[in-house]
């Protein structure tokens, strides 16, 4: 029996394999991964400063131990390279095979790269792993400006969190206000005026054109005409399912891996899960999701085929300056944004006639009501 592969130890294989063994102690099981196979938490990567933790304090057990906890063989720094769902195999870039009676991939999602004219261009830096953030923390060893491209969830989070550590933050990106797409207008707003309260400058409606080497640090030139000077320039201008092997492989791929309610994919017995994986036509990169969907995969791995269902999942952004909580209705939902101000902040309902579909809570006060929120809304599936 070749047992069960999962390609990734990020949140997704992890917590899968901690709850199939919850469920089956017996099935050989191996996770391959391509970095240290560290456990940690990712979303502590975006207040890693305020918490003061350097990239090791933030490993909570290494991959030994993982191992020896999930009684599972972990193969740490190998990539996958392709996969080959006839032969039931996956081939790794040093030309390995490994065998596998069912597969799961959870692959994570790859940070969008935009390229920009100039000499400095290279020098952009994102974070979406551990080691990403080592590299990160190097960059900005006594650095005193950075500049943030991307006002959403992720560059407000650092932006928060790199301004708590006494440095100068530069937030520039195309939209109206911080979190653009996430939420309406006017909370990005007033997430915006309290980020801008402790003192990080939001350059908006324009974009980077050119990054140039200027003396020991870099210029960005905006759109508007505009510089903005930074020593170390983080990118987070989104991340895309990384949906390379399953592609190659001829599996259904969309924005992210095409996967039914049981998270099966469109080839037989291979699974997707987490940031890679597009679950009913959603794409969810966050935590709540992979939890929800780790539990009804182990189920159906351990022999009793389930399917995912995800109650309302409300995400809290880690803005300390302005908190916010995000519970975006549906895609394609019907209804109507009501904003009041609550406190230095808003409470934004959708509503359609008596039922709520999602909300925003921005500010200390208003974030108080998540809980009371988030029995009202509908499940998402
Ligand atoms: C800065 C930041 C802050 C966040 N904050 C929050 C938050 O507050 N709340 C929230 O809900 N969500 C948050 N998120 C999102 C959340 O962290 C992710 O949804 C989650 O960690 C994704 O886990 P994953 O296992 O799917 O992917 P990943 O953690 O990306 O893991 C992918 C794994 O696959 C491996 N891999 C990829 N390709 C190959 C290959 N070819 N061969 C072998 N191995 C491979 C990688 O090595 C890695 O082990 C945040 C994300 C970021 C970046």
């Not at 389930?306 to 019907?334: C, F, L």
């Not at 999602?358 to 009371?372: P, R, S």
Request: hydrophobic share 40%; aromatic share 4%; proline share 5%.
């Amino acid at each position: 029996m070749s047992g069960i592969v999962i390609i990734g130890t990020g949140l997704a294989g992890y917590t899968l394999a901690r709850e199939l063994r919850k469920l089956d102690k017996d099935t050989p099981l191996t996770l391959v991964t391509a970095d240290d196979g560290a456990f940690y938490s990712k979303p502590m990567l975006s207040n890693a400063f305020a918490s003061n933790k350097d990239p090791e304090a933030l490993i909570s057990q290494g991959a030994e131990a993982m191992a020896g906890q999930l009684d599972a063989r972990i193969l740490t720094r190998r990539r996958v390279a392709s996969m080959d769902t006839t032969a039931r195999q996956v081939r790794l870039e040093d030309g390995e095979t490994l065998a596998y009676d069912r597969l799961v991939l959870a692959v994570g999602a790859e940070p969008i790269r935009l390229s920009y004219e100039g000499d400095g261009a290279e020098a952009v830096l994102s974070v979406n792993s551990r080691e990403d953030y080592a590299r990160f923390r190097e960059a900005i060893e006594g650095v005193d400006r950075v500049a943030v491209i991307g006002p959403g969830l992720i560059g407000c989070e650092f932006a928060n969190d790199l301004r708590g550590s006494g440095r100068e933050v530069d937030v520039i990106g195309p939209d109206t206000a911080p979190l653009g797409r996430l939420v309406p207008e006017a909370v990005g707003r007033a997430l915006q005026k309290g980020l801008e309260a402790v003192g990080i400058r939001f350059h908006l409606e324009t974009v980077v054109e050119r990054i140039d080497r200027a003396g020991s640090g870099l210029r960005l030139t905006l759109s508007n005409g505009e510089t903005v000077e930074a020593g170390t320039i983080l990118s987070a201008v989104g991340l895309r399912p990384d949906t390379r092997l399953a592609g190659d492989a001829g599996l259904e791929v969309n924005r992210g891996i095409v996967v039914d309610r049981t998270l099966a994919t469109s080839a037989e017995d291979v699974y997707a899960l987490g940031d890679c994986a597009e679950v009913s036509g959603l794409v969810l990169p966050y935590v709540m999701p992979i939890m929800h969907g780790a539990r009804a995969l182990a189920k159906t791995l351990a022999g009793e085929a389930t399917e995912v269902s995800y109650p309302a999942m409300p995400v809290v952004v880690k803005t300390p300056a302005h908190p916010v909580v995000v519970n975006p209705p549906s895609p394609g939902a019907d209804g109507e944004w009501q904003i009041d101000s609550v406190g230095e902040g808003v409470r934004a309902l959708f509503r359609n006639g008596d039922q709520l579909g999602g909300f925003v809570l921005t500010g200390a006060e208003a974030v108080k009501e998540k809980q009371a929120l988030a029995r009202h809304v509908p499940a998402v599936l």
